[in-house]
């Protein structure tokens, strides 16, 4: 009996994602010299800011790349400022912390012609407890914290377009409409990619809602809903094609795999590192999208074009 052939895949763009990927490590490709280093004053009582939500973005952005405490990120983006040839102060670090509460970070992303279609999942990143090693040597020590990342990722682009960062408690179909919510309703959404955790109502009512198509495998003890409303009947449709045609061939019809896309994002994003640094909710949530952020810059540099060879 002969042996399955294994698919072979290469990168067809191997030149410009090299220099992609060159362009990643230089200091300087993540400063703009025609940002608005200082903040405009607003009129309002009190003092005002003196930089500006970029400057203290930018400043975050080398801490989440760089790993470094405050004190040490404040210093490199003084020397980054020096070598530019730049003139322009440098928050401290308690500014930094301070203003890190209240930063709405502006995730840059690409947008591609025609319909969205989003890949949706959600993993776990640590804020507090020991680190694995030291568990598996000397035992869990006190109370390890996990927090939930939730992403919808674009499979043309493969920049993330909505993230949401909750209590490890919180479920994963009950974000599910916050995150789509936050694709603007002018942008059509096609598909929406998700596993079987999302197989609930209330996510198949927000993806029909939005006037997209649901690619959600049926949990393995599911059974028919009550065809009340739209969303149950799509539902059920889908129910029948898994039982006629097997869970296999639906998902290669329906293109579910590009599922492990998301799935490998995940990884980038705790690549940057597999805790965070920040205690407090609103700052972890400001250091998850300047992560967030990152990525899809990255993304904008360049990325691998993968073909598979026959």
């Known amino acids: 009996m002969s042996k399955p052939s294994t698919a072979r895949y290469r990168v067809a763009n191997w030149s410009d994602y090299n220099a992609a990927l060159k362009k990643r490590g230089s200091l300087l490709v993540w400063l703009d010299k025609d940002m608005t280093w200082l903040a405009a004053h607003e009129g309002r009582p009190g003092r005002p800011p003196v930089f500006s939500n970029a400057a203290i973005q930018f400043c975050l952005s080398i801490k989440v790349l ?17 070598i530019a040839g730049l003139d322009w102060p ?10 890190q509460k209240t930063l709405a970070v502006q995730i840059p992303y690409r947008r591609a012609n025609g319909p969205l279609n989003l890949l949706v999942d959600s993993t776990g990143i640590k804020f507090l407890g020991d680190g694995e090693w030291q568990a598996r040597k000397h035992g869990v020590r006190g109370c390890r914290q996990w927090r939930k990342v939730h992403l919808a990722m674009d499979t043309a682009t493969s920049d993330i377009r909505a993230v949401e960062f909750t209590p490890s408690r919180d479920g994963d179909s009950p974000i599910l409409p916050e995150l789509l919510d936050q694709i ?43 065809e009340d409303c739209s969303a149950a009947r799509v539902r059920n449709e889908t129910l029948r094609a898994n039982r006629h045609y097997g869970r296999a061939f639906w998902k290669r019809w329906t293109g579910y795999h590009a599922q492990s896309r998301i799935e490998a994002k995940m990884r980038c994003l705790k690549a940057f590192g597999e805790r965070i640094a920040a205690r407090e909710p609103d700052r972890q949530t400001a250091e998850i999208h300047i992560r967030v952020a990152l990525m899809n810059r990255f993304n904008a540099l360049g990325t691998a074009e993968i073909t598979r060879v026959e």
């Not at 440098?90 to 203003?99: A, E, G, K, N, W």
Request: proline fraction near 9%; glycine fraction near 6%.
């Open 184 to 226: 603007p309703e002018k942008e059509q959404i096609g598909t929406v990619t998700a596993d079987g955790a999302y197989d609930t109502r209330r996510c198949y009512s927000a993806i029909i809602d939005r006037n997209a198509a649901p690619i959600i495998p049926i949990r393995k003890n599911g059974r028919p809903w009550t």
């Open 66 to 82: 760089f790993k470094l405490p405050l004190r040490q990120t404040a210093g490199m983006v003084a020397s980054l400022l020096r």
């Open 90 to 99: 440098v928050p401290d670090f308690s500014t930094l912390c301070r203003r």
